[in-house]
């Protein structure tokens, strides 16, 4: 059988809320505080929750057995007034009846469990049962159903239920199959009244009652208390009051205790609690970048790039009897194994970050967390500077994906280029006609042969204005075009320079900047949670 916790009374809510900053805060204090203090907290929370099961202010008991057994006469005897009605036409309680001891108000609770007639009893009479709530139930083996049904209804709700048995039907099996039995190991729930004792001879009386432990032991609830009782002659009420008022008491000082230790964890798990951070300063995000931009080895890369600019212009638009010489020398980015396809699955041949350069990032990291953790109290500190170093002995193979992934524009190839290299061609294809064409004149005028007419353009020859005219034009324009190709390889420079910058910038958020914000933010939400648990 379970005992279903109950949500609505007063201050069984604020435990429950308590113990729920406490879930909270513990999810999140986990590999971030002292394990000691997170192992205390959680075996408090593991406590608080048995014992929440079990309700808060009011101690919830219900007077349950067989019809005509008398739980409506006991009910009566303990609140001191005739609240439910007693009978002799079986059976006479229909719906439950409550009667509730002291000022807290059980009205939630009741409406929780659905119990409209009530009755309130002045504590002042009897203080240590403040905070009863006794329940006068309908009989579990009645011939209506619905009678059954209620009572099943609040049996499963209840601190501890009385069993109110008879001496006629005290081994009734249907209190004690359907009911006792199945409560076997739960004997701290549970409690027996043999009621109308009166009627009996004081040798049937010991008869009987031996009988009913015999009975109880064999269904595995031994040791629970059985007491003799009378609610005609009231024999025996008292010392079922004094057991409902230890139980009261009890359970008032468990309550207690568990708020007292709620507030002893709220201490010490909030002892991180008394600063706040400002977030991760601009100045030392930039920094970091910085640092990591150069471990990338940005500046090789980058160099890389400008030089593989111009080596591809020379190649494409140098001038055309020279431009071998371009061919023979060596591309700095080929040689870096950077790609005109960027793939962060491609590893570049870059050394990895020199020993300074490492050391540069350590510095930037620590003066990040140090920034960040600045007015964190013990251990935060400790816990923000484990973020930023979390991912450190991945970095260099991080770097070098940034990199491999970077958009570089090697390869790209500027559509002036091709005109310029058409021109260059044509350039020299005049060259090679005046070459030609003196060399004609040249082996004409060797042979003595009479000179063929040769236009002229003022008094040079058009073949030697042809020559002369298209070297000196190709060699222009070869100077202007890598004059312009510096200029261009200096911006591509600029441009690759910003996109590792920025894959450098998202690797930085990713793998350091990001773990930090969230260990500020569980901070946040794990001092608002202590927060939460040390509220009264
Ligand atoms: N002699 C004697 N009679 C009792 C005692 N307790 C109850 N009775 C009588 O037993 C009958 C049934 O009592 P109730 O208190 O109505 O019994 P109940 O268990 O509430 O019955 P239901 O409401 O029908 O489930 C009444 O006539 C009572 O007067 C007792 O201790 N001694
Ligand atoms: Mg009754």
Same mark, same amino acid.
């Not at 870096?336 to 960027?342: C, G, K, M, S, W």
């Not at 251990?379 to 002995?393: E, F, L, N, S």
């Not at 064409?437 to 073949?463: D, M």
């Not at 070869?478 to 261009?488: E, K, P, Q, T």
């Given at each position: ?9 007063g201050r069984t809510?604020?435990?429950a809320?308590r113990?729920?900053a406490?879930d ?7 590999g971030?505080?002292d394990?000691g203090?997170?192992?205390?907290a959680?075996?408090v929370?593991?406590?608080?929750g048995e014992?929440?099961r079990?309700g ?8 349950a057995?067989?019809?005509?057994s008398?739980?409506s006469?006991?009910?009566?005897a303990l609140?001191?007034?005739q ?6 036409r ?6 439950a009846h409550a009667?509730?001891w ?14 409209p007639?009530?009755?309130?009893v002045?504590?002042g009479?009897d ?14 083996d009645?011939?209506?159903e619905?009678?059954r049904l209620?009572?099943d209804?609040?049996?499963e709700?209840?601190?501890l ?10 081994a ?8 006792l039995?199945?409560?076997?190991g ?11 004792v ?8 010991a ?5 009913l ?21 009231g024999?025996g009420l008292s010392?079922?009051?004094?057991e409902?008022a ?5 359970? +008032? #000082? /468990?309550n207690? &205790?568990?708020a %007292?230790?709620l507030?002893d ?5 909030g002892? $991180? ?5 400002e ?9 970091l ?12 890369v980058?160099?890389?790039v400008e030089?593989?600019h111009?080596l ?7 001038w055309?009897?020279t ?8 591309d ?12 962060e699955?491609v590893r570049?041949s870059?050394?990895?970050?020199s ?9 930037a990291?620590r003066?990040?967390s140090?920034?960040a ?8 500190p400790?816990?923000? +500077? #484990? /973020?930023?170093? &979390?991912?450190? %002995?991945?970095?260099p193979d ?6 491999? $992934?970077a958009?570089?524009e ?15 061609f044509l ?6 006609v005046?070459?030609?064409?003196l ?7 060797w ?7 040769t236009?002229?353009?003022g008094?040079?020859?058009l073949p030697?204005?042809l ?8 060699l222009l ?5 890598r004059?312009?190709?510096?200029v261009?390889?200096r911006?591509s420079a600029?441009?690759?320079?910003r ?18 914000? +969230?260990?500020?933010?569980?901070h946040t939400?794990l ?10």
């Amino acid at each position: 059988m379970t005992l279903t916790v109950r949500r609505r009374s007063g201050r069984t809510r604020a435990l429950a809320d308590r113990l729920s900053a406490l879930d909270d805060a513990l999810e999140l204090a986990r590999g971030r505080l002292d394990s000691g203090v997170v192992a205390e907290a959680e075996r408090v929370a593991a406590k608080a929750g048995e014992r929440l099961r079990l309700g808060d202010t009011h101690t919830v008991v219900a007077l349950a057995g067989a019809t005509g057994s008398g739980k409506s006469s006991v009910f009566n005897a303990l609140a001191g007034s005739q609240v439910s009605q007693v009978g002799m036409r079986r059976p006479t309680t229909g719906v439950a009846h409550a009667a509730v001891w002291g000022s807290d108000d059980a009205g939630p609770l009741l409406d929780w469990l659905d119990v409209p007639r009530r009755h309130a009893v002045d504590a002042g009479a009897d203080a240590a049962l403040d905070g009863l709530v006794l329940l006068d139930l309908p009989d579990v083996d009645s011939v209506e159903e619905r009678h059954r049904l209620e009572a099943d209804r609040l049996v499963e709700r209840v601190d501890l239920l009385v069993w109110v048995l008879d001496p006629q039907k005290y081994a009734d099996a249907v209190v004690h199959d359907r009911y006792l039995a199945p409560l076997a190991g739960h004997g701290d729930v549970v409690f027996v009244v043999l009621n109308q004792v009166d009627r009996l001879s004081s040798a049937a009386r010991a008869g009987c009652l031996a009988d009913l432990s015999r009975i109880l032991d064999a269904e595995g609830l031994r040791g629970v208390p059985v007491v003799p009782a009378s609610a005609r002659t009231g024999e025996g009420l008292s010392v079922l009051r004094t057991e409902l008022a230890r139980r009261v008491s009890a359970k +008032r #000082a /468990a309550n207690a &205790r568990l708020a %007292a230790d709620l507030d002893d964890v709220a201490e010490s798990m909030g002892v $991180g609690c008394t600063g706040a951070s400002e977030g991760v300063g601009r100045r030392e995000r930039e920094g970091l970048v910085d640092a990591l931009t150069d471990a990338a080895g940005a500046e090789q890369v980058v160099n890389a790039v400008e030089r593989n600019h111009r080596l591809r212009a020379a190649q494409a638009m140098g001038w055309p009897f020279t431009r071998w010489v371009s061919r023979l020398r060596p591309d700095p980015a080929r040689r870096l194994r950077l790609r005109a396809t960027p793939s962060e699955l491609v590893r570049t041949s870059l050394a990895g970050p020199s020993g300074v350069q490492r050391a540069r990032v350590d510095s930037a990291l620590r003066d990040l967390s140090d920034q960040a953790a600045a007015g964190l109290a013990e251990p935060w500190p400790d816990v923000v +500077r #484990a /973020a930023t170093t &979390r991912q450190r %002995a991945e970095l260099p193979d991080l770097l070098d994906r940034a990199v491999a $992934g970077a958009d570089l524009e090697i390869g790209r190839r500027p559509r002036w280029w091709r005109v310029v290299g058409v021109l260059q061609f044509l350039l020299a294809l005049v060259v090679l006609v005046g070459l030609l064409w003196l060399a004609a004149l040249f082996v004409i005028a060797w042979l003595q042969l009479p000179r063929p007419p040769t236009p002229e353009i003022g008094v040079v020859p058009l073949p030697t204005i042809l020559l002369l005219g298209g070297i000196v034009a190709g060699l222009l324009l070869a100077l202007v075009s890598r004059w312009m190709a510096g200029v261009g390889a200096r911006r591509s420079a600029a441009r690759a320079r910003r996109r590792l910058e920025e894959r450098v910038r998202s690797l930085a958020e990713d793998a350091v900047i990001g773990p930090v914000q +969230r260990e500020l933010s569980a901070h946040t939400e794990l001092c608002s949670a202590i927060a939460r648990v040390a509220a009264r």
